[in-house]
């Protein structure tokens, strides 16, 4: 890289993950201006409040689902983190036109974009969902199933187009498959909100966590400063060899439900004991990463574990809570 500054834009900056990697980059020396595009159909004004007195930092609200909008966007950018879309597997199942139409239809709109604007390499926001029934723990980049929701399918056809950008046009990229990220920012009010946020507000209520099924589902949760780690090094890495690769981004720790309950039983002193529902359809059972490769060819090394990143996210949770009271 030069002594230049590097303009970058974030889609989806108003989101979760988004605005927390907005928060990094500006903090980040390397970098000039930081704008973000999004159309706050699942993000919130709050998220970038603290930016917007910051003259480094543009906001454009606008849809990744208008191709003109996208070509605007970039305009003076060098690098972009693509992370707008429509999450949530049961929103898919709800409303699975919408999802593929945000979430490939958008996701073509900014790599074509780019190529039109000559962007020098696009981060995208993949999914574990990606594999899908593939029966393999822990999961390797490689080895992908069938799809099991919408959501999925979206996720996975990104996948797709991206590589294929590439071999078509050259446009570099970086696909990072994020496995259940949680932390600051993430809503817990909101009809299609995950699953800690959820147990973090029942806590905070002393209200009994709802678990669907057994609770000895598990996931790879990541706490949201690995995932904006990930971006960062995916942004900055002058290694060629890791260009134009997809990415499992996660802790490589596998924690149940039960775990979770049991850790915020332990974070808080309360013995709230969790009531079970029916098991959702479209989720997988159990969700583990294998992030060598990342580790070797980006660097990337988790800073926080499950039960630290959750002692925090219930902190964040119970300021939240004082401020909208
Ligand atoms: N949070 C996770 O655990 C997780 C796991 C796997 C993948 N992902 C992916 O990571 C990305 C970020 O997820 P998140 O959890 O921060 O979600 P989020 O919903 O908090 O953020 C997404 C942002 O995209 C915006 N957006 C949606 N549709 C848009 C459109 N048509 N035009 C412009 N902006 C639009 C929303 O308003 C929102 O601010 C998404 O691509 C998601 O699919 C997230």
Redesign the pocket.
């Known amino acids: 890289m030069t002594d230049q500054k590097e303009n970058i834009l974030v889609?989806?900056?108003?989101?979760?993950?988004?605005s927390n990697l907005v928060s990094a980059l500006l903090a980040d020396e390397r970098i000039g201006l930081v704008r973000v595009?999004?159309?706050?159909?699942?993000?919130?004004l709050e998220?970038i409040k603290p930016f917007q007195s910051n003259p480094n930092f543009e906001f454009l609200e606008?849809?990744?689902?208008d191709y003109n909008t996208c070509l605007a966007a970039m305009k003076d950018i060098h690098k972009v983190s693509?992370?707008?879309?429509?999450?949530s597997v049961p929103r898919s199942i709800k409303d699975p036109m919408t999802t593929d139409q945000?979430?490939v239809g958008?996701t073509v709109n900014i790599l074509h974009a780019a190529v039109e604007q000559k962007i020098d390499r696009v981060i995208l926001?993949?999914?574990?969902?990606t594999y899908g029934d593939h029966p393999g723990l822990p999961k390797v980049e490689d080895k992908i199933g069938n799809p099991l929701s919408p959501?999925a399918v979206s996720?996975a056809t990104d996948e797709m187009y991206a590589s294929v950008f590439q071999k078509t046009y050259g446009l570099n990229y970086i696909g990072l498959?994020?496995?259940?990220?949680?932390g600051p920012?993430?809503?817990h009010d909101n009809p299609y909100a995950?699953v800690i946020p959820l147990f973090c507000q029942a806590f905070l209520e002393d209200r009994s966590p709802v678990i669907f099924g057994d609770g000895e589902t598990s996931r790879d949760f990541?706490y949201v400063d690995n995932a904006v780690q990930a971006n960062m090094k995916a942004l900055f890495t002058d290694n060629p060899d890791a260009l134009n690769q997809v990415y499992n981004v996660a802790c490589g720790e596998r924690t149940t439900l039960l775990d979770i309950v049991r850790y915020l039983q332990e974070i808080t002193g309360k013995e709230l004991k969790p009531t079970h529902e029916k098991e959702r359809t479209g989720d997988v059972r159990h969700s583990l990463a294998d992030i060598s490769k990342i580790k070797d060819l980006l660097g990337y090394d988790p800073t926080m574990r499950v039960k630290e990143g959750l002692k925090k996210a219930y902190e964040w949770y119970g300021s939240f809570k004082l401020e909208t009271q």
């Not at 606008?62 to 689902?65: A, F, L, V, W």
């Open positions: 889609t989806g900056g108003c989101g979760f993950i988004g595009l999004d159309n706050l159909s699942n993000g919130y998220n606008g849809d990744i689902c693509h992370q707008a879309a429509l999450g945000v979430n958008g926001a993949f999914s574990s969902s959501y996720k498959r994020y496995f259940n990220v949680f920012n993430q809503r995950a990541t």
